[in-house]
Nanobody, 124 residues
Framework: VQLQASGGGLVQAGGSLRLSCIISGGTSRSYGMAWFRQAPGKEREFVAALRQSGGNTYYADSVKGRFTISRDNTENIVYLQMINLNVEDTAVYYC??????????????????WGQGTLVTVSS
């Protein structure tokens, strides 16, 4: 399975972006999918997750209400819609896939497929 993330760019604070993660070599509904991000000098952190069964979603507190993770099963793409972006959202965003159990759905170690990352820069 390969993941390819895209959609990053430069946006002003308050703006919006939609990231895409194209899945090849597998079907998106077979995996739990997630987005993580890593800001300069910081650890990679959980952003959002979508369970493989049921489609329940989970978010980091810092993005709740602003980011939405979704899946297009026909196109094998997972999206991260981001609105009301702020400077603290600046990071490289990574999509990830795996079959995590609920208790570790926010853990990097739960995912074994990773995309290459796409840079989001939010200017003030």
């Amino acid at each position: 399975v390969q993941l390819q993330a895209s959609g990053g760019g430069l946006v002003q604070a308050g703006g919006s972006l939609r990231l895409s993660c194209i899945i090849s070599g597998g079907t998106s509904r077979s995996y739990g999918m997630a987005w993580f991000r890593q800001a300069p000098g910081k650890e990679r952190e959980f952003v959002a997750a979508l369970r493989q069964s049921g489609g329940n979603t989970y978010y980091a507190d810092s993005v709740k209400g602003r980011f939405t993770i979704s899946r297009d099963n026909t196109e094998n793409i997972v999206y991260l819609q981001m609105i009301n972006l702020n400077v603290e959202d600046t990071a490289v965003y990574y999509c990830a896939g795996g079959r995590p159990i609920l208790s570790i759905i926010r853990s990097r170690e739960a995912y074994y497929y990773w995309g290459q990352g796409t840079l989001v820069t939010v200017s003030s």
